[in-house]
């Protein structure tokens, strides 16, 4: 019975591993669908953005009492998951505590460490989930979250709230065990026989692990793998000023070639796609921030378009991203290479009337705890618009056509520029 | 005063301190061309040698970047650096902080590398060197004042001491509005947005903004973008016809206690 069971869990680990391995290596090749970008200078200064903004949370700290909550969750899930590693240990050699004698009283100490922080991720979910659904925070609220995404943030925060449970309760069914949070439910589990609190111990056990592997193997259909990607994507955040928008050099050589002749080379390579009107035309970091991306809404909250009633959203233009790169995916995997399907990111996923609300301030950079520029996606989908599409309000045709004839955006002269020299 | 051309200073074989680039507002808007002079005053007074290009200036290309057409950017990024390298320009300073995010972050890929600094933070480095003097009769003491900060300056360029600590060498006091700094709320104007119809919605950025600034109750309203200043004009006015609070540019500000 107890070798089927150690089987039963190592093939069920197996499966759990692989699984997850390869839908990792699938989101792998999508943000590698993306444009090549060299992101390795200064690594000195990424390594510090990563210290500061993925371990440290720094941005989520301009609120302190989410940040508090957060980090709660956030050590506990790590530390916890050090338990797992006995855990697994248990289940594959049909071992009790395998680390406890080999650790004597500091065995206490740490799960006692580890029942604590159980606890308070518990509270903590309870709390978040109280944000979203019973308080209901305006960012959480939001049409962005409508169906699959506002049931996806809710599936977690239930799911850690049932493992943290289970935790403790195994604990608690233990009949040796004593700790600091699990004692107090002891009293609940009064009067059972010996037999009884062993199979309440184990299923506890059971269902806890298989949980986590589904939880695990969860991760990268939600938008829970910030948990991975936020360290990454804070390595690869730009390091250049937020107003400096990135040059495009074909363009730059062509202004050249035509004011200097001389300059052009005989064999100049065909124009490339201006701006982005799909995902392959992002950068590989544009859709790597698209997979990180939580949809907590900080964003679109500090957005000026979105909370004056504008479509735009940046959250959304995040969620959208990863929508069109997930079905891009699928696309790939069904014919082998991408087979166009008669849709692109712009228009299809991202109208023109959001990019058009825009002000570039900047906002959502700034907000966003773990790095994630919507700015660059937006201003790469104006430029194909207007590049590609010649599609432009007519004010703005106006301006162009202002900056080409009288050097400024408006229609005046450009020999009045210094008339107030005059005035001085 | 007498404002002198870069194409003077050539002519005498000299070169300024530095170049005040007054860019397409501070040149044309009627508005702004009233913070263009407020600073060339300053600058005047402060015997600060500076010169502008006059007419052989262009528009940055800052509102077709950020629009999506690229083309024009870099056709008049092309121009102005041409110019701007042909008289060996080594220091400018600007109103603007489009232009100066432009001209600093944008023009040196494209080989235009010059020393870019905005308007308020050499105000500040002017009041440090004791080069600007203020009159007895300060009658910015004590007054209550709210600043706006620009994106472009602030969360772009990481820019938000400077001008409050300009307004603190006046002693005035300084109202923060709710959201600042590196939360400051937009006034709706970047990104081309000045020159299009904002996109429909609930309200407008700026009468969200100029709401922010109201509820300060602060005396006055101090910006250091021309676009900023525009937007926060109109908000204020359409939002109540009995608050009058004055939209002021932090040169305006510093102009007026020099005279």
Same mark, same amino acid.
């Not at chain 2, 910006?223 to 109109?234: E, G, K, Q, Y």
């Given at each position: 019975m107890a070798l089927i069971a150690e089987l039963l869990f190592g093939l069920i680990s197996a499966a759990a591993f692989f699984l997850f391995g390869k839908n990792l290596l699938a989101i792998r090749r999508n943000i590698l669908i993306g444009k090549e970008v060299s992101l390795n200078d200064h690594p000195s200064k990424r390594w510090k953005n990563v210290l500061l903004l993925a371990f440290g949370q720094k941005k989520m700290f301009r609120n302190p009492l989410v940040a508090f909550l957060h980090l709660i969750v956030y050590v506990g899930f790590i530390i916890i998951n050090i338990e797992l590693l006995e855990i697994i240990v248990d289940g594959i050699t049909g071992s009790h505590r395998a680390f406890?004698?080999?650790?004597?009283?500091?065995?206490?100490?740490?799960?006692?460490? =580890?029942?604590?922080?159980?606890?308070?991720?518990? $509270?903590?979910?309870? $709390?978040?989930?109280?944000?979203?659904?019973?308080?209901?925070?305006?960012? =959480?609220?939001?049409?962005?979250?409508?169906?699959?995404?506002?049931?996806? %943030?809710?599936?977690?925060?239930?799911?850690?709230?049932?493992?943290?449970?289970?935790?403790?309760?195994?604990?608690?069914?233990?009949?040796?065990?004593? =700790?600091?949070?699990?004692?107090?439910? /002891?009293?609940?589990? /009064?009067?059972? &026989?010996? &037999?009884?609190? &062993?199979?309440?111990?184990?299923?506890?056990?059971?269902?806890?692990?298989?949980?986590?592997? %589904?939880?695990?193997?969860?991760?990268?259909?939600? /938008?829970?793998?910030?948990?991975?990607?936020?360290?990454?994507? %804070?390595?690869? %955040? &730009? #390091? #250049?000023? /937020?107003?400096?928008?990135?040059?495009?050099?074909s363009i730059q050589n062509e202004v050249l070639y035509a004011m200097q002749p001389e300059l052009a080379p005989t064999d100049a390579a065909a124009p490339e796609k201006f701006g982005a009107k799909d995902v392959m035309d992002l950068s590989w970091k544009n859709l790597m921030d698209a997979y990180s991306c939580t949809e907590c809404g900080r964003c679109s909250t500090a957005c000026p378009a979105n909370s004056t009633g504008k479509l735009l959203s940046p959250r959304k233009i995040m969620m959208s991203t990863r929508d069109r790169l997930e079905a891009v995916g699928k696309n790939i995997e069904k014919n082998k290479s991408y087979v166009e399907d008669g849709k692109s990111l712009l228009h299809d996923y991202i109208s023109v009337e959001e990019l058009r609300a825009c002000t570039t301030c900047n906002a959502c950079v700034e907000e966003c705890p773990i790095s994630i520029s919507p700015l660059d996606i937006i201003l790469e989908l104006r430029r194909s618009l207007v590049m590609e599409e010649s599609n432009a309000p007519a004010e703005w045709n106006g301006m162009f056509s202002n900056i080409e004839n009288n050097f400024a955006p408006w229609k005046f002269s450009p020999d009045d520029r210094d008339a107030w020299t005059s005035q001085a | 005063m007498k404002v002198s051309t870069m194409a003077e200073f050539m002519a005498r074989g000299e070169q300024p301190e530095v170049l005040?680039?007054?860019?397409? *507002?501070?040149?044309?808007? !009627?508005? *702004?061309?009233?913070?263009?002079?407020?600073?060339?005053?300053?600058?005047?007074?402060?015997?600060?040698?500076?010169?502008?290009?006059?007419?052989?200036? @262009?528009?940055?290309?800052?509102? @077709?970047?950020?629009?999506?057409?690229?083309?024009?950017?870099?056709?008049?990024?092309?121009? +102005?650096?041409?110019?701007? +390298?042909?008289?060996?320009?080594?220091?400018?300073?600007?109103?603007?902080?489009?232009?100066? +995010?432009?001209?600093?972050?944008?023009?040196?890929?494209?080989?235009?590398?010059?020393?870019?600094?905005?308007?308020?933070?050499?105000? !500040?480095?002017?009041i440090e060197q004791g080069k600007i003097k203020f009159t007895d009769s300060n009658e910015w003491k004590g007054k209550s004042i709210t600043y706006h900060d620009s994106c472009y300056l602030g969360r772009a360029n990481e820019i938000y001491e400077a001008p409050r600590k300009v307004l603190e060498s006046l002693d005035m006091e300084l109202r923060e509005m709710k959201r600042c700094k590196s939360k400051g709320?937009?006034?709706?104007?970047?990104?081309?947005?000045?020159?299009?119809?904002?996109?429909?919605?609930?309200?407008?950025?700026?009468?969200?903004?100029?709401?922010?600034?109201?509820?300060?109750?602060?005396?006055?309203?101090?910006?250091?973008?021309?676009?900023? +200043?525009?937007?926060?004009?109109?908000?204020?006015?359409?939002?109540?016809?009995?608050v009058k609070t004055e939209v002021l540019d932090i040169a305006e500000i510093i102009a007026k206690a020099i005279q």
């Open positions: 406890a004698p080999f650790l004597g009283t500091c065995y206490g100490f740490i799960i006692n460490c =580890f029942e604590i922080l159980a606890a308070l991720v518990l $509270i903590a979910c309870v $709390i978040f989930f109280s944000r979203r659904n019973i308080i209901r925070i305006k960012r =959480f609220i939001s049409k962005d979250l409508n169906g699959w995404p506002r049931s996806d %943030a809710n599936a977690i925060l239930i799911t850690e709230v049932v493992l943290m449970s289970l935790f403790l309760i195994m604990n608690a069914a233990d009949p040796e065990s004593n =700790f600091l949070v699990s004692s107090y439910l /002891k009293p609940l589990l /009064k009067g059972l &026989s010996e &037999s009884q609190l &062993s199979l309440i111990e184990h299923t506890a056990w059971w269902i806890h692990i298989l949980g986590i592997y %589904a939880f695990m193997n969860y991760l990268p259909y939600s /938008k829970h793998l910030h948990i991975i990607l936020a360290f990454p994507n %804070a390595y690869y %955040a &730009s #390091l #250049l000023p /937020k107003g400096e928008m990135h040059n495009m050099v | 005040f680039w007054v860019g397409c *507002a501070g040149s044309f808007d !009627q508005r *702004a061309q009233k913070i263009t002079k407020a600073f060339a005053t300053i600058l005047d007074k402060a015997g600060v040698r500076y010169a502008i290009l006059g007419k052989e200036e @262009a528009c940055t290309g800052d509102p @077709a970047r950020r629009a999506g057409n690229e083309f024009m950017f870099q056709m008049m990024a092309y121009q +102005n650096i041409q110019i701007l +390298n042909g008289y060996e320009i080594k220091k400018i300073v600007t109103t603007c902080p489009h232009c100066f +995010n432009t001209l600093k972050n944008e023009y040196p890929a494209l080989g235009g590398v010059y020393d870019v600094i905005h308007h308020t933070t050499f105000l !500040q480095e002017l709320l937009c006034c709706g104007a970047g990104g081309a947005q000045m020159f299009k119809e904002e996109e429909k919605g609930d309200k407008r950025i700026n009468t969200e903004r100029a709401d922010e600034a109201i509820e300060t109750k602060a005396d006055f309203v101090a910006s250091a973008c021309p676009f900023c +200043n525009t937007m926060m004009t109109d908000g204020i006015k359409n939002r109540d016809a009995e």
